[in-house]
């Protein structure tokens, strides 16, 4: 056990000091990859992300390329497994809903990962991404242009119930995946001044006649986003992935989208399961299963009622 820890001990040195240097990082992450495919250990993950261009696979739908300094949480896990690496209970079917879709909105983007998958799985989607943080909607553009041939709408706007000028709290340095308008993301690490829009507002300021598939990624904003876009959901009934944080609003969230008669389907790791409310929060289930699709009764694929059993 001693010589265990020792080499692990070893082995960190080693990969915190070339996972800085371009160069070398992309060598060693190029020859180390193959060698630990079917399962990478979660610290090689975290203190060798890779720099550089990252090719991930979206199996019988498409690719989509990223690029990272080192600094990209969900790139570097892309890299080293994957679509497994980052909720593929997700990617999967939001790809699927994504390839028949003409009207994609993606609030809370990041990096891109969603956006690119919804453009590079039907290449006439228009997908519009809403991302706040200036850093981060650099290399959101960056990522895009990476991907030619596609169509993706920056919006640095964050997304809520009304328009206007809001606090965004980073939820750290550099670019933190986890970020928010919430009041309890406030002193996580820094504030900064932002504006935002609501939905309803933007589509009728966009001109846009329908909206197909929504994702909703806000950290705990969950519900003041769906407060902001009551008429798009009556109007053009959007399928929604969105992720529900532990604790936050969930039962409440679930009862507004019943109202607008959608069903509720829960992103488990086995694959999606029907459910009536948004349980993310139950102990037993943990903060993995977070992710949801809410889609109108009338829009629900033989495939996704199938998949959930």
Not at 209 to 221: G, S
Request: hydrophobic share 40%; charged share 25%.
């Amino acid at each position: 056990m001693a010589e265990r820890m020792k080499a692990l001990k070893w082995a960190r040195k080693c990969a915190r000091g070339v996972r800085d240097v371009s160069a070398i990082n992309w060598i060693v992450t190029s020859i180390a990859r193959p060698l630990v495919r079917r399962d990478p250990p979660e610290w090689l993950i975290q203190h060798l992300p890779r720099r550089g261009r990252v090719t991930c696979e979206i199996p019988g739908i498409c690719t989509v390329d990223l690029w990272s300094r080192g600094d990209d949480y969900i790139t570097s896990r892309l890299w080293w497994k994957g679509i497994q690496g980052y909720e593929p209970e997700m990617i999967m079917p939001f790809a699927r809903f994504a390839q028949v879709c003409s009207v994609v909105l993606d609030i809370g983007a990041f990096t891109g990962l969603y956006s690119l998958i919804a453009a590079r799985a039907n290449p006439t989607c228009q997908v519009i991404a809403f991302e706040p943080h200036p850093l981060i909607g650099e290399r959101l553009r960056h990522n895009i242009g990476l991907n030619q041939g596609i169509r993706v709408d920056v919006i640095p706007y964050a997304v809520c119930s009304s328009s206007g000028t809001r606090q965004f709290h980073l939820g750290g340095p550099g670019l933190p995946s986890s970020s928010s308008i919430a009041d309890a993301w406030d002193g996580r690490y820094s504030t900064i001044n932002v504006e935002a829009i609501d939905v309803d507002t933007f589509v009728e300021m966009s001109g846009l006649d329908r909206v197909d598939l929504v994702k909703i990624d806000v950290e705990a904003a969950e519900e003041e986003v769906l407060a902001g876009m009551e008429i798009t959901l009556t109007s053009y009934r959007p399928v929604l992935f969105l992720e529900v944080l532990p604790g936050n609003a969930d039962r409440k969230i679930a009862e507004t989208l019943r109202s607008q008669e959608y069903r509720l389907f829960r992103l488990a790791s086995t694959g999606p399961i029907r459910e009536e409310d948004f349980e993310s929060a139950d102990e037993a289930r943990g903060y993995d299963e977070r992710n949801h699709i809410a889609c109108p009764v009338e829009k629900v694929p033989d495939w996704l009622l199938t998949m959930s059993g």
